[in-house]
């Protein structure tokens, strides 16, 4: 479990978590903007009934911005395309409230000592003045008091997140288990029942579809979907002109003329899809949805251009005839047919493989059953839980179905995206018994820190259901 990446609400705090607990690291990096413009309302979100002020996004914004620049320091600005900064702003603002209701504070002794430790503001061994004012004016473009002021807030969150986590414990069973779901080693039999082949079989009638597409036709629903007109300017002055301008002429392409600019069109895209001009762009997508037809959108800064988005056309979700989609009703009738029939040749050959119960299970046993139901067969090499196995998919369904499997013994019929499969045990590889309890405590620190990291994700999932950001 340890060695997988975080789960996506894990992944939520790893900005905090890293950064603030683990010593940073830092590189000159060339700063160029990597926020867009909020829209200039009088509040940007409401935190336990209060309002949260457009100046105070925008501090929580830069706080966040300063946060990447020491955890990614050059990096950065190959990543920020990944980073979600106005989402960890507002998750930022939501655990600084949580720890003011908490009384956590800092003492300014303390956030002095946090950056004279810093390993880039030293010279020499020790904390440098002089590199320190130069590191906050050309790196972090950022005046030393509100700097400090930010550092101050980073260890509140420290706090914050060690209060939070101190009752989560691990013991002696589930470090256990743990060790060994990482350790134990595992190698298979399998008969396989992959979709694909089945679905060459398949050849529905035009009866056959049309009784699926009155049964499912919910699922061919389209999205929303839209077509927008669009302007890049190079500066926030041109931006505001248009803007205005706009407002007056209630036409983009009228207040673009004006100013000689070209206005482009994106033509219909989707709920969900990639647009046309942007790429994909679930922020830009989700400010279009709000908007009313010949409404335009607050300006949105990307990269080095100011954009205008203006709603030109909008189509309500329907369902589309069949002769329309009829290529995507098939496609869909295949797939169903292809599974029902890997699972029901799986079954029937589970059902003959239990009536031999006396037979060994071996390559030869294999290709003499797998040729019988038109199946696949194979073996696979040792894995562990958490692997990818070769040509069958994630290791973890296979992993713990075979785990407790005597030997000749058949799994239940398995269903992953690829197939259908019966597995059984080739060869398992119990872990170490001194190489973990030589490993035990380091082991148990990882775990530890994963769980407490899952632990607070929630936590801050709790805080965000009870919060709104416009």
């Not at 939501?94 to 956030?111: S, T």
């Not at 904390?127 to 320190?132: A, Q, S, W």
């Amino acid at each position: 479990m340890i060695k997988k990446i975080y789960h996506k609400k894990t992944q939520k705090i790893i900005w905090i978590v890293l950064t603030i607990l683990i010593l940073p690291a830092f590189f000159i990096w060339g700063s160029s903007s990597l926020l867009r413009n909020k829209p200039k309302a009088s509040y940007v979100g409401v935190i336990d009934g209060k309002r949260v002020t457009v100046a105070d996004f925008e501090d929580a914004l830069l706080a966040t911005r300063n946060l990447a620049i020491m955890q990614f320091g050059e990096k950065l600005d190959e990543l920020k395309d990944y980073l979600d900064f106005p989402q960890q702003a507002w998750e930022r603002l939501l655990l600084l409230r949580e720890a003011k209701k908490r009384k956590i504070n800092v003492a300014d002794k303390e956030v002095i000592q946090e950056i004279q430790d810093f390993p880039f503001l030293q010279r020499k061994g020790s904390f440098d003045n002089v590199l320190y004012n130069q590191t906050l004016e050309y790196n972090f473009r950022t005046p030393a008091r509100v700097f400090e002021e930010q550092i101050r807030q980073n260890l509140i969150l420290a706090k914050l997140y060690k209060q939070v986590t101190a009752a989560v414990k691990i013991n002696d069973e589930e470090l256990l288990k743990e060790y060994k779901k990482e350790n134990e080693k595992i190698s298979i039999y399998y008969l396989a029942g992959f979709y694909a082949d089945f679905a060459k079989t398949v050849n529905p009638t035009q009866e056959e579809l049309k009784e699926y597409y009155r049964n499912h036709a919910i699922e061919f629903k389209q999205p929303p979907s839209y077509n927008i007109e669009y302007v890049a300017v190079k500066s926030d002055e041109e931006a505001k002109s248009l803007y205005t301008l706009f407002k007056k002429t209630k036409s983009l392409k009228a207040a673009g003329s004006t100013l000689q600019l070209d206005v482009k069109e994106s033509g219909f895209f989707a709920q969900g899809e990639p647009i046309p001009g942007f790429g994909w762009s679930p922020e830009i997508t989700a400010l279009i949805a709000k908007l009313n037809t010949a409404e335009i959108a607050p300006i949105v800064r990307l990269e080095s251009n100011y954009f205008l988005l203006a709603l030109k056309e909008k189509r309500e979700p329907f369902i589309p005839e069949l002769d329309k989609i009829q290529d995507k009703v098939k496609e869909a009738f295949i797939r169903q047919a292809s599974r029902r029939l890997a699972k029901e040749a799986l079954t029937k050959c589970l059902a003959q493989l239990q009536k031999e119960q006396h037979t060994t299970v071996n390559q030869q046993a294999l290709a003499r059953v797998s040729a019988r139901f038109g199946l696949k067969e194979g073996a696979t090499p040792l894995f562990t839980f958490g692997s990818y196995i070769e040509g069958v998919g994630a290791s973890d369904i296979f992993f713990n179905a075979a785990r407790n499997l005597k030997v000749n013994e058949w799994s239940n019929v398995i269903e992953n995206p690829a197939g259908c499969f019966l597995v059984s045990v080739k060869r398992f590889e119990p872990i170490d018994s001194a190489q973990y309890e030589a490993q035990k405590e380091e082991f148990g620190r990882k775990l530890l820190a994963f769980k407490q990291h899952e632990y607070f994700a929630k936590f801050l999932e709790s805080l965000k259901s009870k919060s709104s950001l416009n």
